[in-house]
C-alpha cells in the first residue's frame, strides 16, 4: 500500500518506581501525518487516488423507519454520503430489515464510483421504502460479503438503526460479529429513541468503529457526511499496535483513551512476550492509549524496559511481510528518593480519570434503570466530580439533564425525575468519548489537560 502516512509514538509515564514496586502506567500517543489531499467529489474531503477503498451503507429499512421522518431523512443521509465519495472508490447501498438486500448495484458486488454510478445509486435510495423487521446480524454478513476480494483496500461500513435487533437471536449477531471482525470497520449510527445502546456500542467495538446517537432525522445528513468524509481519508488499514513486555511481566490491560475510551486488552493475539492488538484503519489522526504493566520487582538503581510499543503494518498482497511503522518504549528505574517515585504524571491521572468517568456513567444509569436509586446517585455524583477533574464539559452538560448537581465538588446530586429518554440515551451513548491532554507541557514541564468545548462539526 502505497501513500502511508508518517507514523510517530511519544511516551508519557514516570518512570521511576519506589522499592519493591511492580506496576507502571503510561500513556502511548501514536500519531499518524503527512499524506496527500486531493479535493475528489468534495472539496472538504481529503483523498488520494493512490489509496483503494470500499464503502458500504446499510440503511436500516424495517417498517418503524417508516415514521417520525426517519426514512426520508435516512435518503437524504444516504445520497450525502455517496456525494462525498471520491472516483473509483468501491461502494454499495444495501437495505436492512428481516433480511437484508442490494439497493444498488443489482448483484452482490461492489461498483466503482463515479459520476454515472453515484447518480443511479441515489435514484435507486429514493426508490427505498419501509417493512419487515431488525435482524443487524444479517445485514453486516452481507457487507462482510462485499467486502471479500477487496481485502487492500481500507474497507468501511455505515450502518444505520432506528431499533433493537429482534429478529434474531443474540447468539446469531454475535455470531457475525466474529466473522466480520477484523474484515472492515463500521461506525454506526442510532436514530430516534427505539433502538439499543448496547447492542451498538458491541457492534462498533467488535468492528473498530465508533457508534452514536442521533435523537433528530434531520442531523442524520450531516452525520453521514461526516462519516464518510473521514473515511475518504484513512490511508492505511489493518493496522496493528504490537506490545512487547519482558520475561515475567504482565500487560495488566491496554485501553485506547483518544478518541473514545476502548479496552483492547481482550483482542491480543500472539504468545509468550509479545502480544498484537488491532486499532483498524488511519488517516492523518491522533490516538492516545493507556497501558499498565506489572514487572518483577528490581533493586535500587536498576533500570529496565518495561514495554516496547510497535505500530506494525501487516504484510497484505504484493506487500512485504510486514512493516514497522513506528517504535517507542516505556522504561523505568527503580529509586529510592520518594520524590521521584510519588511524582504524579498529568496525562495519566487524566486519562484515568476519564477511564473512571466511563464507568461511572454506565454503572449509574444501568442501577438507575434497574431502580437502584442509592447506586444511580452514587455513581453519577462521582461521575460529576470526575468529569470537573478532567474537564469534559459535554459529559457534564449531558450529567446535568439526568441529575441535581447540589455540591459539585463532593459529588453530592439528586436524580431527576423527567429525564428524556433521548438524554439518557445521549449520556449513555457518549459517556466514553473523551477530551484530549495537552501536546506539551507547561512551564513545569508536565503536560496539563484543558477542558475544550467541541469546533463545530465535532462529537461530544
Known amino acids: 500500500m502505497s501513500d502511508l502516512p508518517e507514523f510517530s509514538i511519544r511516551v508519557d509515564h514516570n518512570p521511576y518506581l519506589p522499592a519493591g514496586g511492580r506496576e507502571t502506567h503510561a500513556i ?29 451503507i446499510i440503511i436500516d429499512a424495517s417498517g418503524s423507519m417508516s415514521y417520525s421522518g426517519k426514512m426520508a431523512a435516512a435518503k437524504r443521509a444516504a445520497k450525502a454520503a455517496l456525494n462525498v465519495l471520491r472516483d473509483g472508490v468501491r461502494f454499495a447501498v444495501v437495505a ?8 444498488y448495484p443489482k448483484g452482490r458486488r461492489l461498483v466503482a464510483a463515479d459520476a454515472s454510478t453515484r447518480r443511479a445509486a441515489a435514484d435507486a435510495v429514493s426508490r427505498l421504502d419501509a417493512a419487515g423487521g431488525t435482524a443487524i446480524g444479517s445485514w453486516l454478513r452481507l457487507a462482510d460479503e462485499l467486502f471479500a476480494g477487496h481485502q487492500d483496500a481500507v474497507r468501511h461500513a455505515i450502518l444505520l438503526t432506528d ?10 449477531l454475535d455470531a457475525a460479529l466474529a466473522q466480520c471482525s477484523g474484515n472492515f470497520v463500521c461506525d454506526s449510527r442510532g ?6 445502546v448496547a447492542e451498538l456500542r458491541k457492534i462498533s467495538s467488535a468492528l473498530l468503529g465508533t457508534f452514536l446517537d ?22 492505511v488499514t489493518d493496522v496493528v499496535l504490537r506490545v512487547w513486555t519482558p520475561q515475567h511481566a504482565e500487560l495488566r490491560f491496554l485501553k485506547q483513551m483518544v478518541p473514545v475510551v476502548e479496552d483492547l486488552t481482550g483482542r491480543r493475539t500472539g504468545t509468550g512476550m509479545i502480544g498484537d492488538y488491532p486499532v483498524g484503519a488511519w488517516g492523518n489522526e491522533e490516538r492516545e492509549y493507556h497501558l499498565c504493566v506489572e514487572v518483577p520487582a528490581g533493586d535500587i538503581g536498576r533500570q529496565m524496559r518495561a514495554a516496547w510499543v510497535k505500530v506494525v503494518l501487516p504484510g497484505g498482497a504484493g506487500e512485504p511481510a510486514e512493516r514497522e ?8 528505574e527503580w529509586t529510592d528518593d520518594e520524590a521521584k517515585s510519588t511524582r504524579i504524571n498529568a496525562r495519566v491521572a487524566h486519562h484515568t480519570g476519564q477511564s473512571e468517568l466511563a464507568d ?11 431502580g437502584d436509586e442509592e447506586t444511580a446517585t452514587a455513581r453519577l ?27 459539585e465538588g463532593s459529588g453530592t446530586v439528586r436524580l431527576r425525575q423527567d429525564v428524556s429518554k433521548a438524554d439518557e440515551m445521549s449520556l449513555d451513548t457518549r459517556s466514553v468519548r473523551t477530551v484530549r491532554t495537552l501536546d506539551r507541557g507547561g512551564q513545569d514541564g508536565h503536560p496539563r489537560t484543558r477542558a475544550t468545548r467541541p469546533t463545530a462539526g465535532e462529537e461530544a
Open 28 to 56: 502511548v500517543t501514536v500519531t499518524a501525518a503527512g499524506t496527500g489531499t486531493d479535493a475528489g467529489t468534495d472539496a472538504s474531503v481529503p483523498a488520494s487516488p493512490a489509496t483503494e477503498a470500499a464503502e458500504v
Open 325 to 332: 511503522l513506528a517504535a517507542g518504549n516505556v522504561l523505568i
Open 214 to 235: 442521533v435523537p433528530d432525522p434531520k442531523d442524520l445528513e450531516a452525520d453521514f457526511r461526516e462519516m464518510t468524509a473521514a473515511a475518504m481519508g484513512k490511508r
Open 381 to 407: 455524583g462521582r461521575a460529576v466530580v470526575l468529569a470537573g477533574e478532567v474537564g469534559n464539559e459535554q459529559i457534564a452538560g449531558l450529567l446535568d439533564r439526568v441529575v441535581e448537581v447540589v455540591d
Open 163 to 172: 431499533g433493537k435487533n429482534q429478529h434474531e437471536t443474540e447468539a446469531e
Open 360 to 370: 461511572a456513567i454506565q454503572e449509574g444509569l444501568e442501577a438507575r434503570r434497574a
Open 96 to 103: 436492512g430489515a428481516n433480511q437484508p438486500r442490494m439497493i
Open 191 to 196: 436514530v430516534g429513541t427505539d433502538w439499543n
